[in-house]
């Protein structure tokens, strides 16, 4: 837990010596507290202090950067149990794991399928991060072979999953610099382990079936000097992995409990392709830092994926879509035009039913600084000089021949200001973008369509 | 090494509603099903006591389904020109918990289909199945308040759960629930304190407290469930916070809401890069309902027998202790 002012105050040489530019050495504590002064700013303050200020600001959950150059993924920092307090910072990693037990013919159709799991979504591209190579046939040679075409063969950041240093060893010569995380750390082998994540520079993975045990393991390894670490609680099903998860996160953040101040991994062992998912889904949603699939299916990665990104956008910021003129389908100089607002969400309801309507229109998305249509309206964000601003630096004239515009029926109290604004015929629309199919094909129909 | 108590006790409860009644009760339904108990984050239970497990609704519909995918409609094709049949198929074939009858047909658009038809239906789905009826309206105030008192009073006893009261529009249907003995969905646009109000005002006409179910508008996968998710755990939190406003079950229109995405709905020649339609479809709506699950939702309505089935299973295994 974070330190208080006062508790700062305490470890501040109290002199309200002013040479800090703040007037008492209580202010500047509270700004400290508040993270908007830095602790050098204070020429006096004593080193003993100085390390425990340092120790004690430092994220409760350490940052760890997997990969180098191509995909990098960064875990951890989080600050919040729930997303509304605040936000997730860090998406978890979705990692795609591969046996180096594969034929080699396997092993290079299954990267490329791996490699092809990425996806369009509301203008963003998705993808998984990682791919996960297993040790399954327990040979070190195979193991550092698989890695070599690994190496090649992706651009994904990568991790090695082995209990042996020694195929880790091998397998890490194809992998200089490229900052694999390095994954099969027990309290058997940590030691060599540990040699080698710190001699190469990578993050360790270390797991245990306890959290005591994974406690005092991550002890033992940040003593040999490895502090990147990214730790598996081997829960007993479904229900003992979320409370793992839920008391690592709660440690952490709650108790500032160093030991598991780390992200996780989880593996998904279940052999239904639906339980796979499903679990995996349930822990992007709580506190999950990696999750390693077996499968690669683009219908089981792509609605991961969709939870992962909804669940990390800031819920502070309303997400928006550029505000521009849309083409959805083959449009002509006939086709309807309308619009909506920037908000992302209100946005893609309108696309998502005038694409299932099959009828080509152009969507006018007004920029209402990403707010719904509502919300805009009450907060003078809409108003007819807006639309008409928009309608202009689209061209929507010389877009469309039949200067009919339909608007939200939510705003149909607009209509006459609008009108006389643009001079064009304000058309209102359903008031539930759900009810644009049926508007696009038979009011449109016919009193849009013909003059 | 020893790991720091992170147990939290909460001083709040989510108000224990009770969806069906027995012959000794008054009605005529051999199931009965109980919701919420909760005094902890959902399945969080080495702190308190998780509830009663949340139940799969699956949507019977009084209208043939005009624009299902095909993936969706596979299953119901012999039996969605009859809700009797098709509700009888939910509960013995699929496993529904309960059923939610879904009245479109008394929609203007949709048939004005007159309330005598819609009690007959609503008769012949209480005697088809044994489990507690969900009774939605077609969501055009005007026939709602006209069609759902007939309903109501035809299910008399039943102590099913009507939707929807909103803001707007709740007197009639708080009135209908608290003399025929049911059940009300009260509905917010993803908003609490629409919620908080709207559950208000409906005690303030002398409708229990304990016979309420909550509805924030639901947001799929990919569509906006984000904001449905946070509202909802803002809401448990309220309610474990002990906000008696908010300490109700939840409610999650799921199966309709998924199959609108287009990653649900797009056959496989439209979307060649997103693999197999019969499994995308249906894992779209498991995901969209077990995401809201961790967020407290305590009744979920589906539609797709492959995605009830999954997020059955996950129930069991967030209620099964291995450790």
């Known amino acids: ?64 950067t997997i990969g180098s150059n191509g995909r990098v993924l960064q875990i951890g920092e989080e600050n919040v149990l729930f997303r509304h307090e605040e936000k997730f910072y860090h998406p978890p990693g979705i990692a795609v794991a591969i046996s180096d037990n594969l034929t080699d013919k396997e092993f290079d159709s299954r990267l490329q399928k791996i490699n092809g799991l990425h996806f369009q979504r509301v203008g963003t591209e998705i993808s998984i991060d990682l791919v996960a190579l297993t040790n399954q046939s327990g040979d070190k040679v195979k193991f550092a072979q698989a890695a070599q075409k690994l190496a090649s063969g992706t651009k994904l950041a990568t991790i090695l999953i082995s209990e042996s240093p020694e195929a880790i060893g091998a397998a890490l010569e194809h992998f200089a610099k490229r900052r694999p995380l390095l994954y099969g750390t027990n309290s058997k082998n940590y030691e060599p382990m540990a040699k080698l994540a710190k001699e190469k520079n990578c993050p360790l993975g270390v797991y245990a079936t306890s959290l005591e045990e994974l406690a005092e393991l991550t002890e033992k390894i940040k003593a040999l000097g490895v502090n990147e670490l990214v730790i598996d609680y081997k829960g007993k099903g479904p229900k003992d992995v979320l409370h793992g998860l839920t008391k690592i996160r709660r440690c952490a953040l709650k108790k500032n409990f160093r030991p598991l101040g780390f992200p996780t991994i989880t593996f998904l062992e279940d052999e239904d392709h639906f339980q796979e998912i499903v679990q995996a889904a349930t822990y992007v949603a709580k506190y999950a830092g990696i999750v390693v699939l077996k499968s690669y299916e683009p219908w089981q990665v792509m609605p991961l994926l969709t939870v992962r990104q909804n669940i990390y956008t800031d819920p502070q910021k309303p997400v928006q879509v550029q505000p521009k003129l849309y083409e959805v389908g083959q449009v002509t100089e006939d086709s309807p035009a309308l619009f909506t607002t920037n908000f992302s969400l209100t946005y893609y309801s309108v696309e998502g039913e005038v694409e299932s309507s099959r009828i080509p229109t152009y969507i006018l998305a007004v920029n209402t600084e990403g707010t719904s249509v509502l919300t805009a309206y009450s907060g003078d964000k809409l108003n007819e000089k807006v639309v008409a601003k928009a309608m202009s630096a689209a061209q929507l004239e010389e877009k469309v021949k039949h200067k009919k515009l339909v608007i939200p029926g939510l705003v149909a109290v607009m209509s006459a200001k609008l009108r006389e604004e643009t001079g064009w015929d304000i058309l209102v629309g359903p008031k539930e973008a759900a009810g644009l199919p049926s508007y696009l094909k038979t009011t449109w129909d016919k009193h849009g369509k013909k003059d | 090494m020893e790991i720091p108590n992170i147990v939290e006790r909460w001083s709040g409860e989510v108000t224990e509603v009770t969806l069906g009644a027995t012959k000794e009760e008054g009605g005529t339904r051999k199931k009965i099903i109980k919701l919420g108990g909760a005094n902890c984050i959902p399945y969080i239970d080495f702190e308190g006591c998780p509830g009663h497990r949340p139940v799969i609704a699956m949507d019977v519909l009084d209208i043939v389904p005009e624009e299902w995918p095909e993936v969706l409609l596979e299953p119901f094709k012999e039996v969605v020109s009859s809700p009797r049949e098709w509700a009888k198929k939910c509960v013995e074939e699929y496993g529904a918990d309960l059923i939610c009858l879904k009245l479109d047909s008394v929609h203007p658009d949709k048939g004005n289909k007159s309330a005598e038809e819609a009690v007959k239906t609503v008769q012949s789905v209480l005697q088809a199945v044994e489990v507690p009826l969900i009774i939605w309206g077609c969501d055009d105030p005007r026939r709602d308040n006209e069609v759902m008192p007939r309903v109501s009073q035809a299910a008399t006893g039943e102590r099913c759960l009507l939707a929807s009261a909103t803001q707007d529009n709740y007197k009639t249907l708080a009135a209908l629930c608290l003399a025929d003995g049911h059940n009300l969905v009260t509905q917010a646009p ?134």
């Open chain 1, 1 to 64: 837990m974070a330190l208080t002012g006062l508790d700062i105050y305490k470890l501040l040489p109290k002199t309200n010596c002013k040479k800090c530019g703040r007037p008492t050495c209580l202010a500047f504590a509270m700004q400290l507290a508040q993270k908007k002064a830095s602790v050098e700013e204070c020429p006096d303050i004593s080193e003993a202090s100085k390390q425990a200020l340092g120790a004690a600001s430092a994220p409760p959950i350490k940052l760890v």
């Open chain 2, 190 to 323: 993803v908003d609490v304190n629409i919620q908080k109000q709207v559950n208000i005002l409906v005690t303030d006409t002398g409708f229990p407290v304990d016979r309420i179910v909550m509805f924030q508008t639901t947001g799929a996968l990919g569509y906006g469930i984000e904001y449905v998710y946070s509202i909802q755990e803002r809401e448990r939190l309220a309610a474990l916070s002990g906000d008696k406003w908010l300490a109700l079950p939840i409610l999650c229109n799921v199966g309709y809401e998924s199959w609108r995405a287009k990653e649900a709905k797009a056959r496989d020649e439209e979307a060649p890069g997103w693999g197999l339609a019969r499994e995308r479809g249906p894992l779209w709506e498991t995901i969209t309902a077990v995401t809201l699950l961790q967020s407290g939702a305590d009744i979920l309505r589906m539609l797709h027998p492959k995605a009830v089935k999954a997020v059955k299973k996950q129930i069991e295994a967030l209620y099964t202790n291995n450790a």
